[in-house]
């Protein structure tokens, strides 16, 4: 079978229209987050790879 779409926005037509840049937040691979760039006016669509650690939101070591 085939699942539907993985994203739930929050807020719906509220938070739509109320924000300028849509990111969309999911868990990577062990402690690995990616943060994507679903919509904005001035930033071109992008992932960007991060882990949150003690010592805060740092890159991901390979």
């Given at each position: 079978?085939?699942?539907?779409?993985?994203i739930k926005p929050i807020?719906?037509?509220?938070?739509a229209h109320a924000s300028t840049t849509?990111?969309?937040?999911r868990k990577g691979r062990a402690e690995e987050r990616i943060c994507k760039?679903?919509?904005?006016?001035?930033?071109a669509e992008a992932e960007a790879r991060f882990q949150i650690t003690t010592e805060?939101?740092?890159?991901v070591k390979d």
């Open positions: 079978m085939f699942a539907g779409p993985q807020g719906r037509n509220i938070m849509r990111l969309a937040l760039v679903i919509s904005s006016p001035c930033l805060g939101v740092t890159d």
